[in-house]
């Protein structure tokens, strides 16, 4: 049995002719797994923003490696704040020293005094509470503040409260974001293991393509898919192989797949996939690979085909195939719907890290029609409210060829397959697209 018939079987209700949006997700999860990179590298942390650890990182050192003081202030033991203070009640105490970052105080203490102290200060032995300067009156050397200004321990930030000693910081398949950058930096780490990058090839096809330069012709478009793709997978930190713009020739179609499938781990084409379209790249596809074309109920973007072309050395892995429709808006749908979790499963990332983003839920401002039965990802303007839920509009013409109204949107309005209609104040999910394109 072929990998796809494979995991088809597995599915309960697969029917590649009216295939919901979670079988597919399902789908594909089984086959991007497990990962297709498995080679790492060391590099030096500041290349290193987006990549996947490649091994866990074990924290050399306690962050932070001593208590220290989150304010700038005073401090003090707090023993000396007493139980049941009255209202107006204050603690004096003298001022012995300064402590200053970077460096332990190293004064002799009495039984009353307190240190000044700056943030990030170690705290001298023996004092454990930290009053703002906002609180405290300074008279020479003495310093007054109410007693329930604050509670024992207050203001202070305890060796290692972030990571300790010995302690996993981050795992095998962590997407390196930039607060993850900082906390590599904190152990004192100057490069990090990373799995190499996922190499992904990509080309549109069509005879009514009209590459960028080229003399505008009648029933001819310019090539938006391929830049677009190259947004899309830029940002998720791939390996890009642009194999440009493929004419409607079997041979020439077979050619390219075959070099993608040899140089890339995954493959993304746009146009073509339809039933009944006027062109070769079904038939390739078919000859060359193990192969499923799909009929997904959602909108945009019906017709998908996916499967798995192998490499000229047939002991590698297969490169996996992603045949997204070819009008505009359904490319960058289907790739944020079933696409892009795919591949960060194929780079690596952990099971976490793989999910789509949460969805935001926010108010319509308008009504929305929709029919049960089918997934719509429509595009949306989301705005804030003062005190209130964010409202969502939306953007302009649906078409899924007209790419102005997704330049004007910020999230897709997701409305679920048995969802109906949307009555103006009704609330809705939206995918953002911040953080994911």
Not at 157 to 180: F, H
Not at 182 to 196: D, E, T
Not at 217 to 234: C, K, M, Q
Not at 321 to 342: C, E
Request: some cysteine; hydrophobic content about 45%.
């Amino acid at each position: 049995m072929s990998r796809i018939a494979e995991i088809a079987a597995a599915l309960a209700g697969y029917d590649p002719q009216a295939l919901g949006v979670g079988a597919v997700q399902a789908f594909l999860a089984r086959l991007a797994a497990p990962a297709a990179v498995t080679e790492n590298e060391r590099i030096p942390l500041r290349e290193a923003l987006g990549r996947v650890l490649a091994e866990d990182i074990v924290s050399p050192v306690s962050v932070p490696p001593h208590d220290n003081s989150a304010m700038d202030g005073f401090a003090f033991d707090g023993a000396l704040l007493p139980a049941d203070a009255a209202s107006d009640a204050s603690v004096t105490l003298r001022v012995a020293g300064t402590a200053l970052a970077g460096a332990a105080w190293r004064g002799t203490l009495g039984p009353c005094d307190a240190v000044k102290i700056m943030t990030g200060a170690v705290m001298p032995a023996g004092l454990d509470t930290v009053v703002p300067q906002e609180f405290c009156f300074v008279e020479g050397d003495q310093v007054r503040f109410p007693a329930k200004a604050l509670r024992r321990g207050d203001n202070r930030r305890l060796c290692g409260e972030d990571l300790m000693q010995g302690q996993p910081a981050l795992l095998r398949g962590e997407r390196l974001s930039p607060a993850a950058l900082g906390m590599v930096a904190s152990l004192g780490l100057p490069a990090v293991p990373v799995l190499r990058r996922l190499r992904v090839a990509y080309f549109s096809t069509g005879d009514e393509i009209l590459s960028l330069g080229d003399a505008p012709r009648e029933g001819a478009v310019y090539d938006s898919n391929r830049y677009t793709v190259f947004g899309l997978v830029n940002r998720l930190g791939c390996e890009l192989i642009d194999l440009g713009l493929v004419r409607d020739d079997p041979d020439t179609l077979a050619e390219t797949l075959r070099r993608a499938a040899g140089e890339a781990d995954a493959i993304i084409t746009s146009g073509g996939v339809s039933v009944g379209e006027a062109d070769h790249t079904r038939a390739v596809m078919q000859q060359l690979g193990d192969m499923a074309f799909w009929r997904v109920a959602m909108r945009p973007g019906r017709p998908m085909a996916v499967g798995l072309i192998p490499k000229p050395e047939q002991a590698q892995r297969p490169a996996v195939l992603f045949g997204l429709p070819g009008n505009p808006v359904a490319v960058m749908v289907t790739f944020l719907a079933f696409v892009r979790p795919a591949l960060l499963r194929m780079m690596g990332c952990h099971e976490r890290g793989c999910a789509p983003p949460p969805l935001l839920r926010a108010r319509s401002v308008s009504a929305i029609r929709k029919k049960p039965g089918r997934t719509e990802y429509q595009r949306g303007r989301v705005e804030p409210v003062p005190g209130a839920e964010p409202a969502v509009r939306i953007a302009g013409n649906q078409g899924s060829g007209v790419l102005s109204s997704m330049v004007e949107a910020n999230g897709l309005v997701v409305l679920h397959h048995e969802q109906g209609h949307v009555a103006a104040g009704d609330m809705v999910d939206v995918m953002m697209f911040e953080g994911v394109i």
